[in-house]
């Protein structure tokens, strides 16, 4: 199984549009991408301006595939607008 975090910091005057966009983005991933196991926003209880997407795919190749998606191309360089610094990507390959 292959997890992805990517931390998101946003900008206060864009969180209505960057949680619109994220929805739309999580929603269609759960529903059309092959291989998703979870794709979840979650927010930091300690920053409100930081946002992280817990995903989980099946293989890489699920995860390959997602990033090559419409809806992957389409939503995540709006959701990019919406950040007050560049997000920090961990992909992780579950051992145990």
């Not at 206060?12 to 196991?37: M, P, S, W």
């Amino acid at each position: 199984m292959i997890q992805v975090f990517a931390l998101n910091f946003l900008k206060q005057e864009c969180i209505e549009d960057y949680l619109a966009t994220a929805k739309e983005l999580v929603e269609k991933t759960n529903v059309l991408d092959k291989g998703c196991l979870k794709y979840e926003l979650c927010r930091d209880i300690n920053d409100p301006l930081r946002f992280i997407m817990h995903e989980e795919w099946e293989d890489k190749e699920s995860l390959d595939s997602h990033l090559k998606s419409k809806h992957f191309l389409e939503l995540a360089p709006k959701t990019r607008e919406c950040t007050s610094k560049p997000s920090e990507l961990y992909i992780l390959e579950s051992l145990f």
